[in-house]
């Protein structure tokens, strides 16, 4: 089915594939004049671009973004926006082997289950690179964001076992550490940690956290929009995500009722003043001023040179060495797509929840 | 806005309050010609009916279901099944106090915040008791699943800090254990740590988890309607959800990729034969045919008789001691409602699914 | 699939069939704070009531309104409005005869080729109850749309071949007309005219159209959302609706530019000041602040007395006389049922366009 | 809000401005394995392609399409299929001159009422060249329904007050009139009258057809989502389009039910046999086999050299002459966009039409 439109009001469609003629999305919803411009996307993904670091697939891929509609003398008009990303010298040949054969902890298995058969180069569709998409996207909704006073930070904060000590906040350090960690003696060790990994020909998997700062509160819907529900299907929706948490998260089912509740302190700005946030900035599914915080917990690389048990096609056993330049860890690169989604998330939530009051209603349309 | 529709083909709509005159679910979307009763959706009902073991609210309500509509001759007809449970004899006044303050870890401060006021009484749409349409809802997805010779199980695998013993998976054990736990030592020793949470006036959480056997490989989309993405937003959607999992989930955030890969064995009836399921039974989003295993965290009760540090509507602080008959602990009720929700999603994506290739489009309508 | 919800924020779903318990809309997305009652629905109800003039079938239906959700001290909550009308004493002996034949003009053999079987009592879902639930859902939308200053009103323009002059508009004669015509003399030559039509046991047909006054201007989408395209699906969604059309319509295929092009003369709190209204108050799919005006084409009821051909369900031939009292015309009981779609579809354009521009969404969310 | 996504299963997102870098869409939830290239798409833009014949602007533009994605060994995938269609070069210095006033009949008012200011050049967003990304998605979609067997038609029925003959309805004729006529004697008198037209610096309207052979029956849903009022909402998506109807359409309003009834004959491939087919081919929204039948009223082009009142920005008056080349009717050229929204429309319901039988879905499963 359709499954590469994501949001109600600011909506967006990704396409592409690893080896097509490139990547993008359509930005529909947006709302006219917001100052963007290709300058704006391009800062976002490069942040997500390859090579930057040792810990990322030494591939070179610019990435170079090109805006096709709906901006108009450098701001939104609010019709749709297209942005795409076009594929440099790709060499198809480099993945012929692997059509034949299923990559464990990749797609290609379910694709072919699915579809019959597959474009099995790079990936295809389930390819990293549809993340491109994701943050062009997430560039637009930040920029929304940002005339609303809304501000949305992921950063690594975990990689393997090595954690960042929570105290270590200072958001500056993300650009010091190559691995977007604030912690910098933890990021120096998680280094140390990747290395081994990468001489054992293996890969390594982490944790996400994202703060949204300046959030409204009563954004999101009481029932099935909840603002969490929806932003768990966002961040679940990236690729290699398979944990979701929000303010305390799974350390709430082991907490008492009296350590968990946040006693409120007071309203200022027509936002909760909490003692504590481990509500993670929402209640009932709405939010309540508070900062928003989640977490993503990433599975390591499964594209790993050792050797590795699969199939063919036919379900007959053989022995796999993937070959190829792969990232032993895509945590650090999908920190931005963790704010993407996020962003594009709240940015709907909040185009969404402009009908809620009568009185409001009535004083926009006078 | 709209926010109590969920699904795109198997699509359900709950209403109602708490101390309204019932609570409902509208299910649209379901195929024709399934065998479906009152009395098969009273079975998952009474799953969730509080006063069964000294462990919920001693409130009593039967919540007694009837059918409105989409039935025929003991079959579903293919249009809308209207289902409602009325509520019995409730007296509003006890919450009259709760109408001027906002409790810590409930949704009353943000409603307000969304919508300029909000009906206190019990919580309102907030309540525990919107879950009632998700539950019918669910057994009506569950007699499509059963057809389909899908089996959807969940039981409370952690208790606060007490987790059961992964070995001891006799499902038949969940009936047996108030908590609806599998390992009955660790169901007892839950029973001891709840009681004293409840002597002090303290309530718990814990960790439930659901497993699906019989799914087909190939359902599910590959990018943002990934079956686990959907599959989260619909747990998310559980009131009083912090976390989700799917498979090893956070854990596999600090294993290596050569453990988290699941080695491909062979391919039986359509679907991968792995030597272990980290997965939990999705890769790129599209399920391969093993058990789907997902894990919800669920916070502990906020309503809780302890003094708290709380605020009026103007702001203003107050202490306030909460009274009232509520559940020390909502997991061993919450089950059904994560059995539902998964339901919910799977017959939904089974439903969307059939689209994919269209060779098999071309069989199915000649 | 699903196919019993309508509208995006505003977002209403019908369930029931004639013969079953009863039928009922929830409405979700309804604005907070909008006064409503029992009372304010059930007006609108007893405009679509049969048995009220000699033109409709004398069935005796109280269709008694009940809410029993989202409302709260007189006021919306902003959660879902469930809305029943319980069926009263139903004799289902009358439609075995029916189960095994096709009657023409009907769904019976279409729901048979969609679903493998059918309610086949009084048309289960494809009866004209279906349409309480729009009924009551326009009643709500109404409600908003009063507190916003927009008012719709539609009457019967044609019954069979009598058209109103269209220089007879008092609004006030609809309540004189037994069938809801402006036109007085029309009306009486239309009685005539339905009269013979019945003696011959036979039926007829007739055009509503539709007046929507107050609209701001700028309210619509430009594409696939364009205003008059989500009217028109709206509109064609009620059963035996033909044709549809905004301002000059068919009319406009055999004009000439000049002649319906509006020349803009003006602007007025923001709508434009036009010469004529051919584009019938929709530009581009977007309001310009004109009235709207739409008409329906209806076609004649199919349930006539008079001897058919058909066939049974495996196709063999045969004779038909369709028995018991039916609506000899439905166009004066379908007046208000146009108001109500047109009513709900302005209510959700009205909310989904509240995040078009950033400067409104800015100050709003200040 | 967002409004350039059309579908549900089967669903398109165009984007693109007349003057901006160029026009596309993106077609989500395409089944795999359909024969699709470059080639089959371009046959269905060059039918809307301008300067083919007098009728039409005389602007020169290839509109050469690319497919970027979503195609794999010249079948579809699956994933999603990007199409573009970039502009030549483009004088937008034509245009700086409209930027100030409203053009009658055009989209310039109501976009500014909704978005605060316009992209100006060439009508923007609600320029004919959006219906490129229509074609090009229902070049697609007419793909898929080749598949099954399913041809979709549309002719040009009415130009001005010229009607062709319905008896004449050899479909090879459309080839042979510039103004995609069956009837070719009211063909060359629809030139005469639209010479005429053109001398007289006015344009002209019509009416096209749109004929659907070989669906199957029990496709669309029974309430909202009928398969006419979906088609409703697609063919009145489409700029300029006023009326629209299926069947007897308007001719039913004044119809007796005797005459207005399909006598039902038998039953042929699951397909009725009528007598006649003033149902068009649907009956209470669902397909009953016989050709689907609709039409559209299109209006004279807005756009006329004739000397028009209009206003400016602040509302002052002014008279205006529009210059430039523009189409004197563009019913020729829109004849293939209807054919376009109706396979659009008809795959997406053909999609979710597969889970409407439990006993079907399980066969499907097995």
Redesign the interface.
Known sequence: ???????????I?????SH?????V?V??C????PLSEEIIQKYLDRRKPGQTRYSTPRKENDTV?????I?EG????????I?VYNETQRSSDYSEIAGY?R????D???D???????YRGG???SGR?TIGRVAAGAVACA?LK??GINVFAYTK?I??ITGNPDCSLLENRIKSPLCMLDLDASARAEEYLLK?MQ?L??????IECIVSGM???????????L??????????I?AV?????????L????????????????QN?R?VK?SN???G????????SDIVLRA????????A?T????RQ????LQINIKGRHDPIIVPRAVVVVEAMTAVTLTDA?????????????D??Q
């Open positions: 089915m359709a499954g590469s439109t994501f949001g109600t009001i600011f909506r469609t990704t396409w592409g594939e097509g003629k490139g990547v993008g359509v529909d919803g709302p006219a004049g917001v090109t805006i096709q509609s709906g108009f701001k939104t008009t609010g019709t749709p926006i297209s795409a299923y464990p902890g990749h797609a298995f379910t694709f289950a699915k579809y019959g058969f597959r474009d295809g569709r389930s549809e929304v005339e609303l975990m393997g076992p990994t054992q293996d890969s390594s998997g982490g944790i409204p509160a009563g954004i999101g819907d009481p029932v099935f929009d909840k969490d529900a929806n932003l768990a299907k966002a961040i679940f929706s690729g398979k944990g979701f948490e929000i303010g305390s998260g799974f709430a089912a082991s907490s008492l009722g009296s350590e968990n509740n946040d006693a409120f302190l007071g309203i027509g909760a003692a481990h509500a993670g929402i209640l009932g599914g709405i939010s309540d001023g917990a990433i599975k390591p690389t499964p594209s790993i050792r590795q048990q699969s199939i036919d379900g007959s056993p909040l185009l969404c929840g402009m009908g809620a009051r009568i009185d409001h209603i009535h926009f349309y």
